[in-house]
């Protein structure tokens, strides 16, 4: 591979090179392995930031193993259930939205678990609850 010296190549240089480039074109968004764009992937990442609230990875894989999509208003009313439990002083809540429990760190901003409707509903370690 032949770089010149003091002049750096551009990114489709260096594929076209190394025998790299899949044909991407401006026009084609590149697709990650599980088949989401970045362009995806950077607005959920937006999107996430501009909530209150943030989700753990449990909390997470707990949405996607019981397959639970929240709907905006939902996430909007977790957040409201969020925010009335901080002024209360609570630091581990549940937060009841519809058929979903959720159990949150306060301090932190943080949903550590989702539980539906089919399961059964034991909660510890939690000073609080509030149902929206």
């Known amino acids: ?11 489709e ?11 991407i074109s401006g026009n084609q968004p ?4 599980s088949g989401i764009s970045f362009h995806e992937i950077l607005e959920k990442q937006v999107v996430q930031k501009n909530r209150d609230l943030k989700f753990s990875k449990h ?26 439990a901080s002024e209360k002083g609570i630091k ?3 937060v009841m939205v519809d058929n979903l429990a959720f159990i949150v760190n306060i301090k932190n901003k943080t949903v550590i678990t989702a539980v539906n409707d089919g399961e059964e509903k034991v909660f510890t370690n ?7």
């Open 92 to 94: 581990e809540s549940l």
């Open 13 to 23: 240089q260096m594929r076209r090179q190394l025998g790299t480039d899949k044909g």
């Open 30 to 33: 590149y697709k990650s392995s």
């Open 59 to 84: 909390a997470n894989e707990r949405l996607a193993s019981r397959n639970i999509d929240l709907t905006e208003d939902q996430l909007r009313r977790l957040e409201t259930g969020a925010k009335k």
């Open 1 to 11: 591979m032949n770089i010149p010296v003091n002049q750096f190549p551009s990114i």
């Open 126 to 132: 939690i000073d609080g609850a509030v149902v929206i």
